[in-house]
């Protein structure tokens, strides 16, 4: 069982950066790859970025490429989401996610955290 808290979010102008944290519970977070999702309103949650539980591989969505960094600290068990170059569509709620594999937890994660609200204005 893991039990995940972000943190990190809140209001930022186009361009800005904010660095999400997740914080996880449990002895076995190691095991876990751990990913990013997000949900703007009136989408689907989709895909952002994930890492796998070493902390060797990292994949993500073509739309956060190059802006984006995934990275985690298997010792503090925390997982985070570097966001720079911000952009308004980039606004959703951001939540963290674990998953028993590396490509389960890019498609159908085990675990949920209750998410974090990030605005970008304009």
């Known amino acids: 069982q893991v039990q995940l808290v972000e943190s990190g979010g809140g209001l930022v102008q186009a361009g800005g950066s904010l660095r999400l944290s997740c914080a996880a519970s449990?002895?076995?977070?190691?095991?876990?790859?751990m990913a990013w999702f997000r949900q703007a309103p009136g989408k689907e949650r989709e895909f952002v970025a994930a890492i796998t539980s070493g902390g060797v591989n990292r994949a993500y969505a073509d739309s956060v490429k190059g802006r984006f960094t995934i990275s985690r600290d298997n010792a503090e068990k925390t997982v985070h989401l570097q966001m720079n170059s911000l952009k308004p569509e980039d606004t959703a709620v951001y939540y963290c996610?674990?998953?028993?594999?590396?490509?389960?937890?890019?498609?159908?994660?085990?675990?949920w955290g209750q998410g974090t609200q990030v605005t970008v204005s304009s």
């Open positions: 449990g002895r076995t977070f190691s095991t876990y790859a």
């Open positions: 996610a674990a998953g028993a594999s590396y490509s389960r937890v890019a498609g159908r994660p085990d675990y």
